[in-house]
C-alpha cells in the first residue's frame, strides 16, 4: 500500500472502478443503440405512448372499477376455487414425486452416472423450466381434451422444472462426509441416498415443497385459460363476454388468494426452516 | 450411589411423560400423512375420475397415437421463425429495462428503513408488490392488449409490470439488509436524501440487484414467447396459428425455437451473473 502510495502520487477517490473508460461509455452506447433499433423492430408506435396512460386509467374506470363482487360471492365460484386449489396439489405432489429422481440424476456429485444419466435428468429438468406452463396446458388439451386432468399433468410439468433445479442445487450443496462414510461401509446406491443424503435435505426440500406449491397455486389460477379446468376458465369465458366487471371481481378474488397463499407459505417455511 | 424407591418412581414417571410425548408425535405424523391421503385421494377423485371425458380420450393406445402427431419437426417453418424469435427476445429485454425503471420507486417506497412516510408509502408499495405478481403474464397481456392495442408495446408493459413485483421485493430486502454506516457518513457531509440515495445505498446493493435482474430477464424470455397468445407478439402468435391449423409438427418446431432462445438466455444469465458478482 505504501509503495503504491510513493509511486502513485496522484491517487484519487472516483466512485467509478473504471471510470471514463471507454467501455462505460461502449455499454451505454450498446444499449441506446438497441433500444433505438428494437423499437423501430418491433414497430412501437412511439407516438402513442403518451396518450396511453390516459386511455389506460379511462378503461379501469370505465369499464374495470365497480368490481362485481357479487358475481364471486357465489357457491358455483366457490367450487372452482376448491378445483383449482385441487388443481395446483396434485400438480405439485406429483411434480415433487418426479422431482426425487430427477434432482438425484441431475446432481453431479450425487448422480449414479455423469456421462449418461445426468445429462438426460439436466436436460429433461430443463425443457420442463424451459417450456412456459400454457403450453403444456395447451398441448395437453389438444391430446386428452377439456377438464382437469390436463391442468394437472401441466402443473406437474411445471412444478418437475421448478423445483427439480432447486432440489438438484440442493443436493449438490451437501456435506460430503456422511456419503463417505456410508459408502465405505458397502452401502448401495438406494441405501446411501436414503441415510446420508436424505436427512441432510429433508429441511430444504419441505421448503422447497411448500414454494412449490405456492408457485403451483399461482399457476393454476390461469392454466384453465385454455381449457384445463379451474378459475382460469372462468376468467376466460368472461374475458370473451366482455363483462369487463365480472373480470375485475374475478382478478381480485385471484389476489386475494395469492395473497393469501403466500403468507402461508412464508409461515410454513419459517416454521419448517425453525425446526432445522 | 444408593437408589431410593423414590428416585425410582421418578424416573420412571420421566420415561412415562418422554414415551407419551413421543407417542403423540407419532399420533399427530400419522395423522397428518392420513389426511395428506385422504385429500390425494379427493383431489384426484375429483379432478381426474369425475372431470374427465374418458369417452372421448378413448383407450391408451388412441391417446397415445394422438401424442404420437406432435412428434416431428416441421423445418419449413424454422426459416419464418426468426423473426418473431428476436421479437421474443426483445420483448423480454425491453420489458425487463422497463420493469427495472418502474421498480426503482416500489423498491425505494417498499423499503422499511427509507420509506419518506412509512404508514402510507409501506404499505402502498407491499401492495404494488403483490399486485404485480399475485396477476399471471396472460391476464396483464389481456389488459393491456386491451388498452394500448394489439402488438409487442403490450407485451413490453405486461413483462414489465409482472417482473416489478419480483425485482422490487429483492431490491427492497437488499435495502433492508444495508450496512448503515456508509449511510451516516454520507449525511453527515449534508447530503440530500437523493445524494445518499445514490452514493450510500445504491453502490452497496447493485451486484445484488443486478444478479436478481438478469435472474429475471432468464424469466421473461419464457414468459415472452406466449404472451402471443393473447396477441401481444413473438413467437406465441405463431404458435397459437400453428395449434388452430392443426399443423402439429409446426407446434414441436416453435418449442424447439423457444427451447434454443431459452438455452441462449440460460448462457448469457450463467456468464452475466458470475461477470456481476
Known sequence: MNVAMQTNPKLTWSRFKYPDSLIRYGAWLGLAVFLGYSVDYLNIPLDRIFGMFGRMGDTLANRYYPPDIDYIMDVEYFGYVVETLQMAYLGALFGLILTIPLGWFGSHNMTPSKIFVYPIARAITMSCRAVHEMIFAIIFVAILGYGMLPGVLALTFFCTGFAGKLFAEEIEAIDMGPVEAMRATGANLFQIMLFAVFPQVRVALTGIAIYTWDVAFRAATVVGFFGAGGMGWYLKRNVLQIETERVAAILVSIIVLVAISEVVSAWARNRVMKMK | ?277
Open chain 2, 1 to 277: 450411589m444408593n437408589t431410593t424407591i423414590t428416585d425410582v418412581a421418578a424416573r420412571d414417571i420421566i420415561i412415562e411423560r418422554i414415551m407419551q410425548r413421543q407417542r403423540r408425535a407419532r399420533m399427530t405424523t400419522a395423522l397428518a400423512y392420513g389426511f395428506g391421503l385422504i385429500l390425494v385421494a379427493w383431489s384426484i377423485q375429483v379432478t381426474v375420475i369425475d372431470d374427465t371425458d374418458w369417452a372421448r380420450m378413448g383407450s391408451f393406445g388412441q391417446v397415445m397415437e394422438t401424442a404420437g402427431q406432435f412428434i416431428g419437426l416441421d423445418f419449413a417453418l424454422f426459416a419464418d421463425l426468426l423473426h418473431p424469435t428476436i421479437e421474443t427476445l426483445m420483448i423480454a429485454c425491453l420489458g425487463t429495462l422497463l420493469g427495472v425503471i418502474m421498480c426503482v420507486p416500489a423498491a425505494w417506497f417498499g423499503a422499511m428503513n427509507i420509506t419518506p412516510f412509512k404508514p402510507v408509502t409501506y404499505p402502498l408499495a407491499r401492495a404494488m408488490m403483490t399486485l404485480s405478481r399475485s396477476i399471471h403474464e396472460i391476464v396483464w397481456a389481456l389488459f393491456f392488449v386491451s388498452a394500448v392495442g394489439l402488438g409487442a408495446m403490450a407485451g413490453i408493459f405486461a413483462i414489465a409490470v409482472r417482473s416489478v413485483g419480483f425485482i422490487a421485493k429483492m431490491s427492497a430486502e437488499a435495502i433492508e439488509n444495508i450496512d448503515h454506516g456508509p449511510v451516516d457518513a454520507i449525511r453527515a457531509t449534508g447530503a440530500n436524501e437523493f445524494q445518499v440515495m445514490l452514493y450510500a445505498i445504491l453502490p452497496q446493493i447493485l451486484p445484488q440487484v443486478l444478479g436478481v435482474v438478469i435472474f429475471e430477464w432468464e424469466i421473461n424470455i419464457r414468459r415472452s414467447a406466449i404472451l402471443g397468445l393473447v396477441g401481444a407478439g413473438g413467437l406465441g402468435l405463431v404458435f397459437f396459428r400453428q395449434m388452430n391449423t392443426f399443423n402439429f409438427h409446426g407446434v414441436m418446431s416453435v418449442i424447439v425455437a423457444i427451447l434454443f432462445l431459452i438455452l441462449i438466455g440460460e448462457m448469457i444469465s450463467h456468464w452475466a451473473r458470475k461477470a456481476v458478482i
